[in-house]
């Protein structure tokens, strides 16, 4: 990973859930790791974790930050409290999207999304927030 990474500006791995690859240091020198988790308590619970384990571990790791995916209406204020509660930097809410579930549904790939989704309204927002 080392020597492919040492190739890019930047670069974005999709990691599966979990934290192995924190506890193991798999992946190192990261800049900003984004925890993307579901709508839970628990979820929340594990991306406290996540940034527990980094300290511990005195990863080499900038700035840690959570988007909450599938939000709704209704759970969106606790959403926020909770994060502010686990000390967590919340800098983004995906909402649940119709439109999303409509293409999954059909099979249709993501990728052919339309700009006016409120999924991927939020996503711009939060390249925009990380500056990328």
């Given at each position: 990973?080392?020597?492919?990474?040492?190739?890019?500006?930047?670069v974005i791995i999709d990691a599966e859930a979990g934290l192995e690859h924190?506890?193991?240091?798999?992946?190192?020198?990261?800049?900003?790791l984004i925890v993307v988790t579901d709508a839970?308590?628990?979820?929340?619970?594990?991306?406290?974790?996540?940034?527990?384990?980094?300290?511990?571990?005195d990863s080499n790791i900038g700035r840690i930050h959570v988007i909450a995916n599938k939000v709704t209406d209704?759970?969106?204020e606790k959403l926020v409290k909770l994060a502010e509660d686990l000390k967590?930097?919340?800098?983004?809410?995906?909402?649940?999207?119709?439109?999303?579930?409509?293409m999954d549904i059909k099979g249709i790939p993501l990728f052919q999304i339309s700009d006016d989704s409120v999924a991927a309204?939020?996503?711009?927002?939060i390249i925009k927030k990380l500056g990328l």
């Open positions: 990973m080392d020597k492919l990474i040492a190739n890019y500006d930047i924190f506890s193991r240091k798999i992946i190192r020198d990261i800049d900003e839970s308590r628990r979820g929340f619970r594990t991306a406290e974790r996540i940034h527990e384990l980094v300290d511990e571990l209704t759970n969106r967590l930097s919340m800098i983004g809410m995906i909402p649940l999207d119709p439109k999303i579930e409509e309204v939020e996503i711009e927002n």
